[in-house]
């Protein structure tokens, strides 16, 4: 395992991690992804602890990730969910989650529909006075760290399995297409990929990635002075030095020489207006198909953080095409990584 000293007691969102934060992730990560190889894959990590699964939201992927997870660490866990909760009588969020506390919880996986639910659950913790760390698996619009750090972890591997690390990315473009107007990975996307320095592209109709969409979530991260052009045009020109965040309502200048694609799920259900005329007209104008990525380069890889809408995001084959698919890469991925999470928040109580 990586040396490095972990000072952060949540995981709570990106836009403040350092290189070295990312780093600690990678490299713990990967050792943990060799352990998963063994025929014995589990080790006693976090033996006697215990990480409380508290998704009051529903999910597939990130819950069964964390929980598998956990196991592989040796810690017990406790799966939480709403609709059979006493949530239903009344109990509040906070309630809830002191009632996890009293029952010997060190770790809390959060997960909510509404944005800043884990935050508000973190600083309850803090205010209690407890070593208790809280894990955002996802929060409204706002964040979904863990995804990103899965998907910065399926990247980084793929250019060197034996080392991952931010640097890698330098300079790499990366095109994320899809509804980043309501996406919660693609916030945690454009921190991440933004701090290793690849040039990041966003593309969507213009409904769903607002002019003032880069000003707002850089503003949120507190960066400054970041450069970004917004193109409608299929050849952009930059009249900025060395820009790193573009935005384009057409899909070909995103595509245009790019290295990995995201593509991203239409999130119709946090869709409060009418966005788009069709899920036809969609496929055909952003859809991401083999045709389309004859725009990119040769070895370009897709990534979709799931559950995919197949033939609407993506075409179905393209989806299960190993020579140009990393979409079950990063569900391998994303134990490893939750591991190294759970892990890091979990080992000063070890």
């Known amino acids: ?39 014995t894959k589990k080790v006693p990590t976090l033996q006697g602890q215990v990480v409380a699964n508290l998704f009051f939201e529903s999910s597939t992927r990130t819950r069964s990730s964390f929980e598998l997870a956990a196991k592989r660490l040796s810690a ?5 969910a709403a609709a059979t909760s006493s949530m239903t009588k009344g109990e509040t969020i906070l309630d809830t989650a002191k009632t996890y506390l009293a029952m010997g919880t060190d770790i809390m996986v959060v997960r909510h529909r509404e944005a800043g639910v884990p935050n508000a659950i973190a600083a309850e913790m803090d205010r209690l006075g407890v070593k208790v760390g809280v894990l955002n698996a996802g929060d409204g619009q706002h964040e979904h760290p863990s995804q990103a750090l899965l998907d910065l972890f399926t990247i980084c591997t793929l250019i060197d399995p034996a080392s991952p690390r931010l640097e890698l990315l330098k300079g790499k473009k990366i095109a994320i297409v899809g509804d980043i107007l309501h996406s919660r990975v693609a916030r945690s996307n454009i921190w991440s990929l ?13 409904t769903l990635l607002p002019k003032l969409f880069a000003e707002y979530i850089l503003e949120e991260a507190g960066v400054k002075n970041q450069q970004f052009i917004i193109s409608s045009s299929p050849t952009p020109h930059s009249p900025l030095p060395t820009p790193q965040l ?25 869709m409060t207006a009418h966005l788009l005329p069709s899920l036809r007209e969609y496929h055909q104008l952003f859809g991401i198909t083999r045709t389309k990525l004859q725009l990119c380069k040769p070895n370009v890889k897709v990534l979709h953080p799931g559950p995919v809408n197949r033939g609407v995001e993506i075409s179905s084959e393209l989806m299960d095409d190993p020579e140009f698919s990393l979409i079950q890469s990063q569900v391998t991925s994303g134990v490893a990584v939750r591991m190294a999470l759970l892990y890091l928040l979990g080992s000063g109580k070890a």
């Open 194 to 206: 933004i701090a290793s320095g690849a040039e990041v592209h966003l593309a969507a109709p213009p």
């Open 246 to 270: 573009f935005l384009h309502w057409q899909l070909e200048p995103a595509l245009q020489n790019a290295d990995f694609v995201m593509t991203l799920r239409l999130q119709k259900e946090r």
């Open 76 to 80: 017990d866990t406790l799966n939480f």
């Open 1 to 39: 395992m990586p040396t490095t000293t972990w000072n952060r007691h949540h995981i709570l969102s990106l836009a403040d991690f350092t290189t070295t934060e990312y780093n600690t992730v990678l490299q713990t990560a990967a050792s943990f992804q060799e352990v998963l190889s063994r025929r």
